[in-house]
């Protein structure tokens, strides 16, 4: 039932447009880079310090000074660029980057995102997503919609400690799109097999027509 | 010309600098760019008590890791501790102290540090715990959160070319962390896999001039891959 | 590929940009490293009430002089008049606003803007008239005055050689405050002497990123000398 | 009687320390690089973007793309490397370069320098020089010591708009060399053919011994 990993990570595809400079998170939203559609020519940000990131690497071709945010080697295209850490978060600060495509622990229905750790369990460290949310034009958030124990993730309040305050924009699940709005959150879409009433079911957040 | 800025070791290059109790900027991003030999040194030096500002503190047993296993690390300044587990369970357990900053928010306060600017607003971290007990502003509608620049007793910092006035030139994304912590150490001292002679680097290239370098030294490095990841050759 | 940044006229570049009263960053020193093609257009397509932060004006008649001339500028952000004859004039006379910035603080200013920054601290001006009126705050015993960062609606660059996706390289000192500016307008506007083929920049030698441009256009630039100074060959 | 342009410079460059990173203001500051003494390697930075300025080109050699901050023209050396006016001042504000030596137009027994306009009169602007006095690690001052009217520039306190409070260490003038200390201003060196009374009756400045 709904999308699997690579059918949310095609849907996050969708959302991005001819010349676009992206920033793709770790896990789910890297594979994003797989599914962008024919003639939508996007440049991918990685936040350690480059512009137009390049597919992996052929084995025997790893380069240790050649790296993504997710320290997995990389390669580098025709049009990259590499700069310092302290140019990278200004350009994504300054608002140059169009989008961020983010995974999530938690979502609120007032776009708060949580992501980074769960006290006393797990100290993961907010990286360069504080940054990401507070500076990029728009943030699209790719999650399952409910956690391991079938519990929702998105909420009419974060319970874990938060990444940003009202920045997330869209928020794309294994069962739908949705969108943050006035009042709450408003159904977009939903995945394939996935009934208004099942995802109804599956969210804590407000839903607003 | 009695003055140099070229040293034969990292233990030489850090002869007179080090103290217990310091604070020490360390370029490097995951084991990208991270300066190995200093590192080696600072363990062979057993200065203890030390706060680092490092965007990671290595892995479990390399890089900045090897400062963890020795305990000389009192208080950590990081974005991420992601899959290291000694960091995470020295951490959790209290030994040791970790003030988080935003990757971007460390960044630029090693820049502002280096800059002479002590502080400097951003968006970054407003309405999170980053901002708790931090200075707030309104600019033009938008709240905004006061952070310091970071002004350190040491900066170490690994490049791939220098020149004998400490111009830089880094590779790839191993620059990173490392002009920004460079600039933002009271004395900056910089370990590269070749020292070429002078006027052999475009004047036009070089990523940090040598006015923030004051140590060199040369040496063969590990740079040990953290995520090896690849793809087939098509047939 | 409907997507292109490369433009074929300076007036092509500019159409669509410009509106009356509109705010421009402009990039250059002096007469070096003047965005010329585009400084033209701007006379031609009478623009006006144009508020311009640039660290100069030109000189009587060239680069940013000619605005002067058309009395297109209503006010300028800078911290040099220098010898421009008609920029004192027409600010002693009251026809045109003057915003004295010091010229470390323009350029931290344009970086600001373009990084997020709002507003920074700096010690520059504190106890001048640069400080009359503006917050100020103790930071380590010492007394620092806070800046605003400044994000312009259009920014006009001269760069060397810009590849199609806007990779920008500058050449000597022609590189100023070229990449500054860039980052701070809302749209960012470059001519460059050369458009290069995509992949023909090394990567680590790209000065400014193409994030930052938005279009670009190559042509001849006149690069007249300001002081020409020389000396002799020896017999 | 006392100094010249050029035995002014020439005591000023006897500032100047092995390994040292510089900045030399216009006019008088300039001729400074003419006597540096031999053994003393410093590196000139000019504030328009460049480490390592070299001396004036060949005629036939000038490249309008490499100038001073005084917009001459200049050639690089092997040490040379560029960068953008945010770097340049970065370094200068932040404490990276050893010494400024400056104009003036005035100079206080407190250290205050005024250089850069006389109100309804010349504006010139403060171009680099606010930044260079409040970042750099000491700042000498080199003008004549009174002005053409033979009213000394050597105050009690500035009468035109100030570049900087408290920020001049020594001031060098055609008459001696005076250092900034607690309460006024103390006589370091006469000038050739200058006697303590005559510099006594040129400064209107406290001096203290």
Redesign the interface.
């Given at each position: 039932m709904g999308w699997d990993r690579n059918q949310m990570a095609a849907r996050a595809a969708q959302e991005l447009q001819d010349g676009w400079y992206v920033n793709l998170g770790i896990g789910i939203p890297t594979l994003v880079v797989n599914y962008i559609p024919e003639g939508v020519n996007v440049t991918l940000q990685s936040e350690n310090g480059m512009l137009g990131m390049g597919p992996f690497p052929y084995e025997g071709e790893e380069d240790p000074d050649l790296i993504n945010a997710g320290k997995q080697t990389i390669t580098e295209l025709p049009q990259t660029a590499y700069f310092d850490s302290a140019q990278s978060f200004a350009m994504i600060r300054g608002g140059k980057i169009a989008m961020a495509i983010l995974g999530a622990m938690e979502v609120s229905e007032s776009g708060d995102l949580a992501n980074w750790m769960i006290p006393g369990k797990l100290v993961k460290g907010m990286g360069g997503a504080m940054d990401l949310v507070a500076g990029v034009g728009r943030v699209v958030v790719v999650m399952d919609h409910t956690n391991k124990a079938g519990e929702s993730k998105v909420l009419k309040a974060c319970t874990l400690p938060l990444t940003g305050r009202s920045v997330v924009n869209r928020i794309i699940t294994n069962m739908g799109v949705l969108d943050v709005v006035e009042g709450g959150l408003k159904l977009v879409e939903l995945a394939d097999g996935v009934t208004e009433a099942e995802l109804r079911a599956a969210t804590e957040a407000t839903l607003v027509n | 010309?009695?003055?140099t800025k070229v040293y034969n070791s990292a233990g030489e290059a850090l002869d007179g600098l080090l103290f217990d109790g310091m604070t020490i900027a360390a370029g490097g991003?995951?084991?990208?760019?991270i300066p190995e030999l200093l590192i080696d040194a600072l363990v062979a030096s057993k200065v203890k008590n030390l706060t680092i500002a490092s965007?990671n503190c290595g892995v479990d047993g390399f890089g900045l890791g090897k400062l963890l296993d020795t305990k000389q690390i009192k208080k950590m300044i990081?974005?991420?501790?992601?899959e290291n587990a000694e960091f995470?369970r020295q951490?959790?357990s209290g030994e040791l102290e970790?003030e988080?900053n935003?990757?971007?928010?460390?960044?630029?306060r090693?820049?502002?540090?280096?800059?002479?600017?002590?502080?400097?607003?951003?968006?970054?971290?407003?309405?999170?715990?980053?901002a708790d007990g931090k200075e707030t502003?309104i600019?033009?509608g938008?709240e905004?959160v006061l952070e310091?620049g970071l002004v350190m007793d040491l900066s170490i910092v690994k490049a791939?070319k220098a020149?004998p006035?400490g111009?830089l030139?880094?590779?790839?994304?191993?620059?990173?962390?490392?002009?920004?912590a460079a600039?933002c150490g009271k004395v900056c001292v910089v370990e590269v896999e070749e020292i070429v002679p002078?006027?052999s680097l475009d004047?036009?290239?070089?990523?940090l001039?040598?006015?923030?370098v004051h140590r060199i030294i040369q040496g063969e490095h590990e740079?040990?891959?953290?995520?090896?990841?690849?793809?087939?050759?098509e047939a």
């Open positions: - | 010309m009695g003055f991003f995951g084991l990208c760019g965007n990081s974005s991420y501790v992601g995470m951490y959790l970790l988080f935003p990757q971007g928010t460390l960044a630029e090693m820049r502002a540090g280096g800059a002479g600017i002590p502080g400097f607003y951003t968006a970054t971290g407003v309405g999170t715990v980053i502003k600019f033009n938008r905004y310091t791939w020149d006035s111009n030139v880094f590779r790839k994304t191993a620059r990173n962390f490392n002009p920004p600039t002078l006027g004047p036009d290239h070089i990523h001039p040598g006015i923030y740079k040990r891959i953290e995520q090896r990841t690849t793809r087939k050759r």
